[in-house]
């Protein structure tokens, strides 16, 4: 079990670090469009479409890694309130809506991503990239990479391993 953790753990760090490098090709791409529109009176057909494929993706499939950090925004008004125990149970909840509600997104995707693979799907732009492809595709992925993280997450959770100190058992 331990090894299942740490494989999930490697992989969606990986996928998380390596995708960091796409938000600067989108912020390359969109400083080249502004200075090709503004300064140059050529705007370009692909950049708009390129930027939002890769920065899209990039989103897509950061979130994994986030969550296998324990690193996103929370609103902590009521948590901050609660002690020991309790902010246990709290995270518990808050996994396991987590869990349903990412299954069921990537569940939602499934049909739209085996559509747009099928067909081909491109923009139907003067670019007609394969921007729908490739975004139905990652979100997806994406979609399911979170939710085995937000088991693992539960597992630790539920064990102890690797959890917080703010997130002990009750009773620790």
Request: aromatic residues 12%.
């Amino acid at each position: 079990m331990n090894a299942l953790i740490r494989a999930v753990d490697r992989i969606n760090q990986y996928v998380g670090l390596s995708v960091t490098h796409l938000y600067f090709i989108c912020a390359t791409i969109t400083v080249y469009e502004v200075a090709m529109r503004y300064f140059f009176n050529a705007p370009t057909q692909w950049a708009f479409e390129v930027v939002m494929v890769v920065c899209g993706s990039a989103w897509a499939l950061s979130g994994p890694y986030i969550t296998m950090r324990r690193a996103h925004i929370a609103i902590t008004v009521v948590y901050e309130h609660v002690q020991g125990g309790a902010k246990w149970w709290l995270d518990l909840i808050i996994l396991l809506v987590s869990i349903a509600a990412m299954f069921t997104f990537a569940y939602a995707l499934w049909d739209p991503m085996v559509h747009a693979i099928s067909g081909l799907e491109r923009s139907g732009t003067s670019f007609n990239s394969p921007e729908p492809l490739i975004l139905k595709t990652l979100l997806f992925v994406g979609a399911a990479l979170y939710a085995v993280q937000l088991v693992v997450n539960l597992i630790k959770h539920l064990t102890g391993h690797g959890v917080p100190k703010s997130t002990e058992l009750p009773g620790d």
